[in-house]
């Protein structure tokens, strides 16, 4: 299986999150009593109007064009994985004051100012988890608990919440914890591998860079040592002169 490169700017993306919780259309059968639709396909209708609305604002976050109403609008989600993505593009508006002021809330857990949002989501992995790493990203100061939280999490069984923690981790640099992310990425699962991978070329430290170095010589016959090739060459400069599957040698030497 070939890995390739995830950007992570401001989300990630999920992949086999079944958190997912069904909207019903009450209305429906009044509003449109000539419309012969099963329960169903009334649901899937429902449910893709609802993906719709709610991708037009994660939209307008991370191009930094929402307003606040949208903002409050899309943490009304209902879906775990789409209103992690949001939490994690709330990065891009960490200027807005009022932004600031709910994921405070959030954080804090008080449903007093917002009460519509999706607090049974909010309070528990995985989106309180993109909450610590946004936290962690956009504070410059007393963010030690966010830090905790994630590292409180190392030990999930749930590849996406290890995933937030991988990269929550690279983001903040702490060469304490390379070897936890070295050990995730020589692990099995492709998705925490290359979630991890990503984390250690995030943290801009030479621990990271090191350990990047390793999994390539551990791994050279392993689609995951060109990944770790192409991060260390574009994160640290660095090129390496062991080829992974299918490439040809490079020279050991940074790059201009």
């Not at 190392?154 to 983001?171: C, D, P, R, S, Y």
């Amino acid at each position: 299986m070939k890995y390739s490169i995830v950007v992570w700017c401001v989300l990630l993306v999920i992949t086999g999150c079944d958190d997912r919780q069904e909207t019903t259309n009450n209305d429906s059968a009044v509003n449109h009593p000539s419309i012969s639709s099963s329960p169903d396909t009334v649901n899937q209708d429902k449910k893709s109007k609802d993906e719709q609305y709610y991708q037009e604002r994660f939209k307008k976050i991370v191009f930094g064009t929402a307003q606040l109403a949208d903002v409050r609008e899309a943490l009304t989600d209902q879906d775990a994985g789409s209103l992690t993505n949001t939490v994690h593009g709330l990065y891009a508006m960490r200027w807005h004051r009022g932004v600031l002021h709910i994921l405070q809330d959030m954080w804090q857990l008080d449903k007093t100012r917002y009460p519509e949002l999706a607090w049974d989501l909010i309070g528990k992995p995985p989106v309180r988890l993109a909450l610590a790493s946004s936290m962690n990203r956009i504070q410059t100061s007393g963010t030690r608990e966010f830090v905790e939280y994630l590292r409180q999490h190392k030990n999930e069984t749930h590849e996406f919440n290890i995933a937030q923690v991988a990269v929550g981790l690279g983001f903040h640099g702490d060469p304490a914890d390379v070897e936890y992310l070295k050990s995730l990425a020589s692990g099995n699962n492709h998705y925490i591998v290359q979630s991890s991978l990503t984390a250690l070329s995030l943290m801009n430290n030479p621990a990271a860079r090191d350990a990047l170095q390793d999994i390539i010589v551990k791994f050279k016959d392993d689609p995951r040592s060109s990944l770790a090739m192409e991060l260390l060459q574009q994160a640290y400069g660095v090129q390496t002169g062991i080829a992974g599957p299918g490439e040809e040698q490079k020279n050991n030497q940074p790059s201009d």
